[in-house]
Nanobody
Framework: QVLLVESRGGFVQAGGSLRLSCAASGGYFSMNAMGWFRQAPGKEREFVATINWSGTTTDYSNSVKGRFTISRDNAKNTVYLQMNSLKPDDTAVYYC????????????????WGQGTQVTVSS
């Protein structure tokens, strides 16, 4: 069993920055790809970013590409999401998750999820 715990999100003005972290315990963190998703009220959970086990390969949704950066520190069993140039549309609950397959843009490709953390961006 893998436990994923996201850091506290926060409230930030448009144009600001925020970094989320997700600490993993149990399982073999360094052997698994990870991802970040988000879910706004009334909307489906959507893919944000993913990173492979070694940190050498990443991918992003078009809506965050160029503004968000996913990274990981396997020594600390932690994955990060640096969010810059935040927009009100980025307001959502953000979740980290551990991948189990290769279709990484869909939630069902992930087997373990964190509890989620709220990010609110004001205009």
């Amino acid at each position: 069993q893998v436990l994923l715990v996201e850091s506290r999100g926060g409230f930030v003005q448009a144009g600001g920055s925020l970094r989320l972290s997700c600490a993993a315990s149990g399982g073999y963190f360094s052997m698994n790809a990870m991802g970040w998703f988000r879910q706004a009220p009334g909307k489906e959970r959507e893919f944000v970013a993913t990173i492979n086990w070694s940190g050498t390969t990443t991918d992003y949704s078009n809506s965050v590409k160029g503004r968000f950066t996913i990274s990981r520190d396997n020594a600390k069993n932690t994955v990060y999401l640096q969010m810059n140039s935040l927009k009100p549309d980025d307001t959502a609950v953000y979740y980290c998750a551990q991948r189990r397959g290769s279709n990484y843009r869909i939630p069902s490709d992930y087997r373990y999820w964190g509890q989620g953390t709220q990010v609110t961006v004001s205009s």
